[in-house]
């Protein structure tokens, strides 16, 4: 007697059927994940880029660019990951606002250490950075 060895199409549809279940509940999570980890950049570097202004402020006693001297740190933008750091309006003597822009999100930081999130997937924010989804101002 001659035995047939393999799968049916039955066996075969099941696994097909779990691995899209699996796939449609993995998928949104994981873009969740990528998505806070290039947010949790983002905002480092615009801390980052604040303390270079502070920085710039303690050596010239102003935020903006010196004539014949130092240019303001935010006179150019920065990129990280999906990120477009940059200032939001030009620096005074006594203020500045930073922002970084990418993947439907814009955070803001000024010279005062006051965030916001104006624009995002996760909404918006006057008085904090939104960093993950469900979080609330």
Same mark, same amino acid.
Not at 37 to 65: C, I, P
Not at 81 to 103: E, M, R, Y
Not at 107 to 136: D, E, I, M, Y
């Given at each position: 007697?001659?035995r047939?060895r393999?799968?049916?199409?039955?066996?075969?549809?099941?696994?097909?059927?779990?691995?899209?279940?699996?796939?449609?509940?993995?998928?949104?999570?994981?873009?969740?994940?990528?998505?806070?980890?290039?947010v949790a950049?983002?905002?480092?570097?615009?801390?980052?880029?604040?303390?270079?202004?502070?920085?710039?402020y303690? =050596?010239?006693?102003?935020?903006a660019?010196? #004539?014949? *001297?130092a240019?303001?740190? !935010?006179? %150019?933008?920065? +990129?990280?990951?999906?990120?477009?750091?940059?200032?939001?309006?030009t620096?005074?003597?006594?203020?500045?606002?930073?922002?970084?822009?990418?993947?439907?999100?814009?955070?803001?930081? =000024?010279?005062?250490?006051?965030?916001?999130? #104006?624009? *995002?997937p996760?909404?918006? !924010?006057? %008085?904090?950075? +939104?960093?993950?989804?469900?979080?609330?101002?």
């Amino acid at each position: 007697m001659h035995r047939q060895r393999g799968f049916t199409l039955i066996e075969l549809m099941v696994v097909v059927a779990v691995v899209a279940i699996l796939a449609a509940v993995a998928y949104p999570s994981y873009r969740d994940y990528v998505l806070r980890g290039n947010v949790a950049a983002a905002t480092a570097e615009l801390q980052a880029l604040r303390a270079d202004m502070e920085r710039h402020y303690q =050596n010239n006693r102003t935020y903006a660019s010196v #004539t014949g *001297g130092a240019s303001t740190p !935010c006179g %150019t933008s920065r +990129t990280v990951g999906n990120f477009t750091l940059s200032c939001d309006g030009t620096p005074t003597a006594t203020a500045f606002s930073i922002q970084a822009v990418g993947d439907g999100f814009t955070f803001k930081l =000024n010279q005062l250490n006051v965030r916001a999130t #104006t624009a *995002g997937p996760w909404g918006t !924010c006057a %008085t904090a950075w +939104t960093l993950k989804r469900g979080q609330a101002c």
